[in-house]
């Protein structure tokens, strides 16, 4: 059997490397150990605050075992960052959550400043945040008749003043504006009493109804009325120009002959006005006449079924010029401690009282106060003592907008007919001045009684109650 000699290595060979293998072997292993990094726990915890934070067992990445750069078929090839990081994170519990972010580099980190924009101001911000709030276009065609109805009545002075004037720059006009401009100022139509100027097809025209329904109004009866006696309405408050009175009892928009039938109602207003070129004529046919003294008692006892005023009614607006200047929405100021003049007349031509109440006259525009302006409140009361009337400082809406102008604010108008005060009719028309305070006490009454009874109903926004003063 042969024997077999063992041969003594070389000591060197006890240290021999391992059968080298291709650097293409070596970096394909690199990479695997960078995909292999997902499941490896980080160096610590990220987290907010020192009281979350959780240390986790320090990390040793594996060493290479040659520093420096691969080589790959003898080019140079930088190792690759994974392009995440892995995060270690623990909830209340204990339990290990993991989860892992994005890596930025310096060049691909998002900048402050490129991600934080400053703008500008917005175009149009100062429109939405303007006082004046214009009428859309598409408004309903009743409601533009409406609006252009209450235009007409409110500048119907200027526009008949001006077609007059330019009348008078025609010299072919001149033969008839000559004399028609004498009887003008000459005619006693206006206090005569007759109303034979009075067009019923004129009060009863359509267009009123556009008019009175523009606020709305209506008219509303608390009492029959025997149309064998004589009235005086008074009409409170004044307000600035007293729509409610002229739809209630200058027109039949409300149906006043449907409410109180078999009496003839007449809406008196300023003898000047009748001296207005053709503004006197149109005044006329609405059955308008002169709040003068002759007027008043012309009409009351002239006419009628008996020849001597049955059946017939004036309307008086007793606070006049001076109760304007109170006119405040939210308030009631009525001026009437002291005006018994009409109540003198209900006296001494027997007619009956009957007080009338508007409900939102007052609302319908705005004015300048006599607390806050006390000069112009004087120059006011100045011009009515001089001319008899006075000029409210006043604004409402306007055609096309909601805020400026003087046409009325679109607010409720409810006028509200009391019951009648009966009068006795003095004799050989001496009037006694106790008789006078006590019609005018129950006259108040049956006012006051009028606002307890409606003001829930038609003053909801009311900021004082009823006040006499003056």
Not at 258 to 264: A, D
């Amino acid at each position: 059997m042969a024997q077999t000699i063992a041969t003594p290595m070389p000591l060197h060979a006890e240290k021999q490397q391992p059968p080298s293998k291709s650097y293409a072997d070596a970096a394909e292993r690199e990479s695997d150990r960078f995909r292999g990094l997902e499941n490896t726990p980080p160096t610590q915890f990220i987290g907010k605050g020192e009281a979350e934070r959780q240390r986790s067992p320090p990390f040793s990445q594996p060493r290479h075992r040659k520093s420096g750069s691969l080589r790959v078929n003898g080019a140079s090839k930088q190792p690759k960052e994974p392009p995440f990081i892995v995060e270690d994170l623990r909830d209340k519990d204990g339990q290990q959550l993991t989860s892992t972010k994005l890596r930025f580099d310096d060049q691909q980190k998002p900048s402050k400043t490129q991600t934080e924009l400053v703008s500008g101001r917005r175009a149009g911000a100062k429109w939405e945040r303007s006082h004046i709030h214009f009428a859309p276009i598409s408004v309903p065609f009743q409601r533009r008749l409406q609006t252009f109805m209450v235009l007409a009545h409110t500048l119907c002075i200027p526009l008949f003043l001006t077609t007059f004037f330019f009348l008078c720059s025609i010299p072919l006009f001149w033969p008839i504006l000559f004399p028609y401009t004498i009887y003008v100022l000459l005619s006693s139509a206006p206090s005569s009493g007759t109303l034979s100027h009075r067009s019923p097809l004129l009060r009863s025209l359509p267009i009123w109804s556009l008019f009175a329904s523009y606020f709305p109004a209506r008219l509303h009866r608390s009492a029959r009325l025997e149309p064998t006696r004589k009235y005086i309405f008074g009409y409170h408050p004044h307000g600035i120009i007293s729509h409610g009175a002229f739809a209630a009892f200058g027109t039949e928009a409300l149906g006043f002959s449907q409410l109180f039938p078999g009496i003839t109602n007449t809406l008196l207003t300023l003898d000047t006005n009748f001296r207005v070129p053709l503004y006197r004529d149109y005044a006329l046919a609405l059955g308008l006449a002169s709040v003068s003294r002759e007027s008043c008692e012309n009409i009351l006892s002239k006419g009628g079924p008996n020849g001597e005023g049955m059946g017939r009614a004036i309307t008086i607006v007793v606070g006049g010029a001076r109760e304007s200047l109170d006119a405040q929405p939210g308030t009631l100021n009525l001026v009437l401690k002291r005006r018994k003049g009409f109540v003198k007349l209900a006296i001494r031509t027997g007619a009956d009282l009957v007080p009338v109440l508007a409900f939102g006259e007052n609302e319908l525009y705005d004015q300048v106060t006599s607390d806050s302006h006390p000069f112009v409140h004087k120059v006011q009361m100045a011009v009515k003592k001089c001319m008899g009337f006075t000029v409210p400082l006043f604004h409402a809406r306007g055609v096309f907008n909601y805020d400026v102008g003087l046409m009325p604010y679109r607010k409720p108008l409810n006028v509200v007919v009391g019951r009648p005060i009966k009068v006795v009719q003095a004799k050989d028309g001496k009037v006694d001045d106790g008789y006078v305070d006590e019609i005018h006490r129950l006259y108040v009454r049956e006012l006051e009684q009028i606002w307890e009874e409606w003001r829930e109903r038609f003053e909801i926004n009311r900021r004082v109650e009823l006040r006499i003063i003056e």
